[in-house]
């Protein structure tokens, strides 16, 4: 079955590790997000991708940083420079266009930094 | 920047009872999303509405365009129905900018 696969589901790290989380779908989707989710507040965008070798700055870029390498893959690093890296991260991808489009979303990775 | 405002945050109800969940936006859209997120995180597309109504099973979404305004319905509700659903909008279409901008969503219980 299609769909977006991220892992792994919870990931510890001590403070001042860089961090890597895995986002690979295989529905032929050409635009690629990643979102942040902390408690009490909706998801904020961190990265977004929508051609291949392409990505652009969500609302929350710093201390984050992404690849686009191949159209089903993209990954996020969570860097030392992220303050609060400890949080939800959900990876979603988008197909279609303006008037006909719709979204399939992951199922999440959990970063714990201690 | 769309602001996305939801009503109630938490919602605890019995098992049977009709629930209505609003969510309101700043900015005029092409078309509004509802999503339900299970405890798990997992979040699932339930709705994307650009006019009108839409039914699945139990769950009916209106939108008014011109109130800037949308309502999730569950009617019948069981405690399976307990998630979190969230209202999300796309960017304002001359922007240039992408990606969904989410409200703070609705904690649901139903209780048995």
């Known amino acids: 079955d299609g769909g977006i696969t991220q892992s792994p589901k919870y990931l510890f790290r001590k403070e001042g590790q860089n961090v890597t989380l895995s986002c690979e779908q295989n529905?032929?989707?050409?635009?690629m997000y990643w979102y942040r989710q902390d408690p009490g507040q909706g998801l904020r965008l961190i990265y977004y991708s929508q051609i291949v070798n392409d990505f652009q700055k969500g609302d929350i870029a710093e201390g984050y940083s992404v690849s686009r390498e191949k159209k089903e893959s993209f990954p996020l690093t969570v860097t030392s420079a992220q303050k609060n890296p400890t949080a939800f991260y959900l990876c979603?991808?988008?197909?279609?266009?303006?008037?006909?489009?719709?979204?399939?979303f992951g199922s999440g990775t959990r970063l714990t930094v201690v | 920047k769309n602001e996305v405002e939801q009503s109630p945050q938490n919602l605890t109800a019995q098992e049977g009872e009709f629930i209505t969940i609003n969510c309101s936006y700043s900015v005029g859209i092409s078309a509004l999303h509802w999503l339900q997120q299970h405890p798990g995180g997992g979040i699932v597309s339930l709705f994307m509405l650009s006019s009108g109504k839409k039914k699945h099973g139990r769950l009916i979404a209106t939108i008014n365009i011109q109130e800037k305004h949308s309502s999730l319905h569950i009617t019948a509700s069981h405690p399976r129905d307990s998630a979190v659903y969230i209202c999300a909008v796309p960017p304002y279409s001359g922007g240039g900018a992408d990606g969904l901008t989410f409200g703070k969503g609705t904690h649901l219980i139903i209780q048995p």
């Open positions: 529905l032929n989707h050409d635009a």
């Open positions: 979603a991808s988008r197909y279609g266009t303006f008037h006909n489009y719709g979204y399939t």
